[in-house]
């Protein structure tokens, strides 16, 4: 009698799309190929890895936004963390990142007009305290770059404390920045010059 090894579950449809993205990524560096190789691994973990009630982590999407003409980026001062971060959120259930970033733009900046650039802009995994009866957990944040229009005029929303437009060369060397943020304008400069 021969023994086969045990079949690895399938995958489901929104695994699936999260892999040819995230297997498309191009790294700029060590460090970010080696995220994408623990976000391809998290991808096939379990397919509620985009449900915020998957506890261990979920995927989020988050944009990059900047300005038309790609000097400025804006933040949000998010309310619950009290830092400066782009914005961005949960996916809750949909697997298209590049659509959870522009509805996160959306939502939490009230611009119209935005626009996602093609393909996965950076990579980052990080902890998000326990709040209220919310357990600790991880965020596997797929970040895309999201273009404003010609009105840059914003609306701060119920997630933020404020929102404003960031010299993206500051933010760069700005030491007290959040070092993924910081990481992103290096990325920004580096392309646009």
């Not at 509620?48 to 979920?58: A, K, L, T, Y």
Request: some cysteine; hydrophobic content about 40%.
């Amino acid at each position: 009698m021969q023994h086969r090894p045990p079949r690895a579950p399938a995958l489901s449809p929104g695994q699936q799309r999260l892999l040819v993205v995230l297997t498309a990524y191009r790294p700029d560096s060590a460090a970010q190929a080696a995220a994408r190789e623990a976000f391809i691994g998290f991808a096939r973990s379990h397919p509620d890895c985009c449900r915020r009630q998957h506890v261990p982590g979920h995927f989020t999407g988050s944009a990059w936004l900047v300005s038309a003409d790609g000097r400025r980026v804006l933040l949000t001062h998010h309310r619950k963390l009290r830092r400066w971060l782009q914005l961005g959120g949960h996916a809750d259930g949909e697997s298209d990142l590049a659509r959870v970033a522009l509805r996160e733009a959306e939502e939490e900046s009230g611009l119209a007009g935005l626009r996602v650039e093609a393909g996965v802009f950076d990579l980052d995994c990080h902890p998000i305290p326990a709040h209220g009866s919310e357990p600790g957990h991880r965020h596997w944040d797929v970040r895309y770059i999201v273009r404003a229009g010609a009105d840059e005029r914003f609306r701060v929303g119920a997630e933020s404390l404020d929102l404003a437009w960031w010299p993206v060369r500051d933010l760069a060397r700005d030491a007290a920045a959040d070092p993924s943020l910081r990481r992103m304008a290096g990325k920004w400069l580096a392309r646009t010059g």
